[in-house]
């Protein structure tokens, strides 16, 4: 679980305010052009109005995250999911075929991460009302990766406790539920 708003400093805060929302985009390396970068999210009509496009390499996923932010922009900022990425893949480093879903919830909305080993299969976000509609967004993800959700392990960070309606649904179709430490987001959303 995210720690309270008062046991965060100004920057934090702000940083946290900044990107909470999940304008971002991942775009492999290969097909990433700094050029360009505006347009990705302009196709997806995520930029805003007076903000500044940005862009994280992702070294273990070769990809970029592009998002955007108010100006001005600290040039030593990282998105806090680019951070997040790279802290997942570092931790799936030594594994290798056994494919872990990642749900970082947040209020109303979710980001689902698939890993097989360290390579990223799979990131996208999710808004929902209700808790069907997080099981089903889940369900049709795993669904369309060709996961059994009998075995690949869930793991939940964010803002969720171990007692909820959405684990409780969640746990009647995924037997391997599991929760990262509560420090978890802290640890990969430090800047260095």
């Not at 965060?8 to 492999?28: A, H, K, M, Q, W």
């Not at 978890?184 to 800047?191: P, Q, V």
């Amino acid at each position: 679980m995210v720690p309270p708003a008062d046991n965060l400093n100004n920057n934090e805060l702000t940083i946290r305010n900044l990107t909470d929302g999940f304008s971002y985009v991942l775009v492999p390396a290969a097909l990433y052009q700094e050029k360009n970068k505006e347009k990705y999210l302009d196709f997806l009509g995520i930029k805003k109005e007076n903000s500044v496009v940005c862009a994280d390499y992702i070294e273990l996923a070769d990809a970029y995250n592009v998002y955007c932010m108010p100006q001005p922009v600290n040039k030593e900022f990282r998105h806090p999911t680019s951070m997040l990425l790279e802290s997942l893949i570092k931790d799936n480093l030594e594994r290798t075929d056994d494919a872990r879903v990642y749900l970082n919830v947040k209020d109303q909305c979710f980001e689902m991460i698939v890993l097989k080993g360290a390579k990223l299969l799979f990131d996208n976000h999710f808004r929902f009302k209700t808790k069907e509609d997080f099981l089903y967004f889940l369900l049709f993800s795993v669904e369309q990766l060709h996961l059994d959700a009998g075995s690949v392990p869930v793991y939940f960070l964010g803002m969720i406790e171990e007692k909820s309606s959405i684990t409780e649904i969640v746990s009647r179709y995924f037997r391997d539920i599991r929760f990262l430490s509560k420090d978890y987001l802290n640890k990969s959303t430090t800047c260095e």
